[in-house]
Nanobody, 123 residues
Framework: QVQLVESGGGLVQAGGSLRLSCAASGRTFSSYAKGWFRQAPGKEREFVAAISWSGSSTYYADSVKGRFTISRDNAKNTVYLQMNSLKPEDTAVYYC????????????????WGQGTQVTVSS
């Protein structure tokens, strides 16, 4: 059974930091592009950040550029999202995703999804 499991969410004050992790099990995702998405209450799920299968290319939504950093450790089959200078509008459930096909430089088709981790930023 393929699983992506997020962790690291929690409650933090505005201006604080959190690091989310997404660990894969059931198969090796080291050669798959991955990404992070988020969904706030009453809103649609939106793209946050993505990383190529090799880790050489990264992509960010304008709203998080300069504050969030996506990275990966293929030896650990894990992708991370370092979130700094958090704002109340970053409050959401954060999901990680892996592409349908391997060895893509962009997250083209998010197919495998985790269950999400809650991030709450208080003002």
């Amino acid at each position: 059974q393929v699983q992506l499991v997020e962790s690291g969410g929690g409650l933090v004050q505005a201006g604080g930091s959190l690091r989310l992790s997404c660990a894969a099990s059931g198969r090796t995702f080291s050669s798959y592009a991955k990404g992070w998405f988020r969904q706030a209450p009453g809103k649609e799920r939106e793209f946050v950040a993505a990383i190529s299968w090799s880790g050489s290319s990264t992509y960010y939504a304008d709203s998080v550029k300069g504050r969030f950093t996506i990275s990966r450790d293929n030896a650990k089959n894990t992708v991370y999202l370092q979130m700094n200078s958090l704002k109340p509008e970053d409050t959401a459930v954060y999901y990680c995703a892996a592409d349908l096909l391997p060895q893509r430089d962009r997250l083209v088709h998010p197919y495998y999804w985790g269950q999400g981790t809650q991030v709450t930023v208080s003002s």
